[in-house]
């Protein structure tokens, strides 16, 4: 295969996934808060939609000659009114901001891209947004792969940091579970012939575009319910700001319209209404961050509400290979001779677990070590089970134990009793025991352990507090299984773990009622990723996982479910906090405007000014204005998140309920009275 000249698209530099900040986004999202006053955008919220509809009726009351309501103070209620919607639109206009500055640096890597196609009489050159899936194309180191797909012949370093922000290149190869290969990735050695596995539009590159660009995003099974709720409360207090002109009427009064309109905006949700699509963005937002694409908002919120997680136990639990814990002398060998035997028959294993040894003793023991070009290296086989080196002479060899007892030709039976018993005990323990000899004699046995990940234990605490059970989904024995699972802290485990018995597995829980999540990367995992409610697969894994999953780990971390499930529970607290908020704060504005509404007709309301606001202009001016900054002040908490803390469901509503529901009924009857004192003391009323 000869290699073809190609467009300088295709060498071009990537941006690297940009880092923005509020300096740089506040005047792009003002410029968009007014574009979006755009009915045909605005429909999307339903409940400012009705608030821009009032704000355009109150302008034109103000050209209406009203002796009840100074024009003064029509004018401000139609500015403050426009203020609300403006102030609702720039906090999804900043939410969708915080993710376009990558957009945009990812569309413009991708902009020009060629590929080098396979045809029947070789390659030829093309746009790369006219691959079409099943499509072959070679791409040359300095190259950029033109779109997802699969490694079907060559190995070559990837560097993904156009995608994941790491630059360290990753390795690809046909065959097994590191074949899938990202678009918009560069590689920097060799030569790979790629299958691509996406068309225009569907790859993980434009997921991601589409994903950070909240506008395009499809509202989620809960934000629809919300919009429904908040629909049914606008329609309702409608009826109601209606039918108070005739009751009005039937005490020979009269309500100003503008005031009317004014009861009506400020009873409604407008502080859930004007910041619902921001949170949604943001928590989309945050996934993003993670490097995490989810294919789906269900898939989010499903996170959220999960009952049961199941991970792996290599990679995930425990770190990817088994390390060295402790070395145990035989009978009549001291501390040195074993240490320096097992190091020598350790220095040329370039195995993690060969590493592990050495880097154990180096700190144990330190020796002078011969450098590796004067040893004669053994290297591991499948039929020996042994590794190890020769130096000046001697020999060095490390390896299963039956393997080893051969090797030396000493029956099983007579292996020295303390050194058996560490034996059976490493076994016992869940860890791997490994003899160790030189020139025939038995030095001694290396204990290999899976090392369960530092803080993991404290996580699957916490998890637990929130009413999460965690399942260990190991190949391992029950014995060894059981040993890391006591040591990791984990609630259950699924041990010799097969396919059929991980999709029985979610099958059993789900048929319970529970809401199971899973991680995995290879083709075996594709059954129970596809029947996990949450399924998320490693992006260095197979093609048939990224599929089957709903979510796709771009750093291809197994430990990053957990933190899916903090945003996704992050995310349905946050909505849940601000609506309870919203409501709750009705029942001050309503004890600021009816009785200043109606105070001429029935002086008996009198009694329910209970704020002693200074007029009835002023009280529904006051509580207008509260209505549009209350959304400014809440607009950071909206793009960061409530903050879900270590417990159960009960006490997670107690706390919010009395942050939120009691604090909401609290901070209008503070703020409104505060807003008047102002207004008086200005003489704006």
């Not at 009915?39 to 355009?56: G, N």
């Not at 009952?307 to 009978?331: E, Q, S, Y």
Request: aromatic share 4%; proline share 5%.
């Amino acid at each position: 295969m000869m290699n073809m000249p190609m467009s300088k698209a295709v060498v071009a530099k990537t941006s690297e996934p940009l880092k923005t900040s509020f300096s740089s986004l506040w005047q792009p999202a003002l410029v968009q808060a007014f574009v979006k006053l755009d009915p045909r955008q605005l429909h999307r919220a339903p409940v400012m939609l009705v608030v821009e509809l009032t704000a355009i009726l109150t302008t034109v009351l103000c050209f209406v000659p009203d002796t009840a309501v100074p024009t003064f103070v029509a004018v401000q209620i139609a500015l403050w009114l426009w203020f609300t919607v403006l102030f609702a639109n720039f906090a999804e206009a900043l939410a969708e901001g915080r993710g376009k500055a990558r957009a945009d640096s990812l569309k413009a890597g991708s902009q020009g891209l060629s590929a080098r196609r396979q045809t029947a009489n070789g390659f030829e050159v093309v746009p790369a947004t006219r691959l079409r899936k099943g499509d072959v194309v070679r791409v040359a180191a300095g190259e950029m792969i033109p779109g997802d797909g699969e490694v079907i012949e060559g190995i070559a370093a990837v560097n993904e940091a156009a995608i994941t922000g790491e630059s360290a290149p990753v390795i690809r190869e046909s065959g097994g579970d590191r074949s899938a290969v990202t678009g918009n990735t560069r590689l920097v050695s060799d030569w790979l012939l790629v299958r691509i596995t996406s068309n225009p539009g569907e790859s993980t590159l434009d997921r991601m575009i589409a994903l950070v660009e909240g506008a395009k995003r499809q509202k989620t099974p809960n934000e629809v319910a919300l919009d429904i709720l908040l629909i049914g409360l606008t329609l309702i207090f409608l009826l109601v700001v209606v039918t108070l002109q005739p009751f009005a009427h039937f005490a020979n009064g009269s309500l100003p319209l503008v005031f009317l309109v004014a009861l009506l905006v400020t009873l409604i949700p407008t502080t859930i209404g004007g910041l619902l699509s921001a949170i949604g963005i943001a928590g989309m937002d945050r996934l993003v961050r993670l490097n995490v694409i989810a294919k789906s908002g269900r898939a989010v919120e499903a996170a959220g509400d999960v009952h049961v997680l199941m991970l792996d136990k290599t990679g995930t639990i425990t770190f990817g290979n088994r390390r060295c814990a402790a070395v145990h002398a035989a009978p009549g060998v001291s501390a040195r001779e074993l240490a320096e035997g097992t190091l020598f028959a350790s220095l040329a294993d370039d195995t993690a677990e060969g590493k592990s040894i050495v880097e154990y003793l180096r700190g144990l023991h330190p020796l002078p070590e011969p450098g590796l070009e004067s040893l004669t290296a053994v290297p591991f086989s499948a039929e020996t089970r042994l590794s190890g080196v020769d130096y000046q002479g001697r020999i060095y060899r490390k390896g299963a134990v039956d393997s080893l007892l051969e090797f030396i030709g000493m029956p099983r039976s007579e292996l020295p009793a303390a050194l058996a018993r560490e034996v059976d005990k490493i076994a016992q323990s869940g860890g791997t025991p490994l003899l160790v000899c030189m020139d025939g004699k038995l030095l001694g046995v290396i204990h290999l352990k899976d090392v369960v990940k530092p803080g993991i234990r404290e996580r699957f605490a916490e998890l637990r507090k929130l009413g999460i059970r965690t399942v260990m989904v190991t190949g391992d024995n029950p014995l060894t299984a059981a040993a890391i699972a006591a040591e990791a802290g984990v609630d259950d485990v699924l041990a010799e773990a097969t396919p059929e018995k991980k999709l029985a597995r979610i099958r059993h829980e789900q048929n319970d009622g529970r809401l199971v999540a899973m991680c995995g990367d290879g083709a075996n995992d594709a059954p129970a990723l596809a029947q996990a409610d949450v399924g998320m697969a490693m992006n260095d894994g197979t093609q048939a996982a990224r599929e089957a999953a709903n979510m796709v780990d771009l750093d291809s971390d197994p430990t990053k479910l957990l933190d899916v499930v903090q945003i996704g529970k992050e995310l349905l607290v946050t909505r849940g906090a601000l609506t309870t908020f919203s409501i709750a704060n009705d029942i001050a504005k309503y004890f600021a405007i009816l009785p200043a509404l109606f105070a001429s007709i029935y002086p008996q309301l009198g009694v329910l000014n209970v704020m002693h606001l200074s007029s009835p202009q002023s009280a529904i001016v006051s509580a207008i204005v509260f209505n549009a900054l209350i959304i400014v002040v809440l607009i950071p908490l909206a793009l960061r998140g409530v903050r879900v803390q270590a417990a159960n469901a009960a006490a997670l509503l107690r706390r919010n309920l009395l942050i939120y529901g009691l604090g909401g009924i609290v901070v209008p009857f503070v703020g409104i009275k505060l807003i008047d004192m102002a207004l008086t003391a200005l003489r704006l009323v």
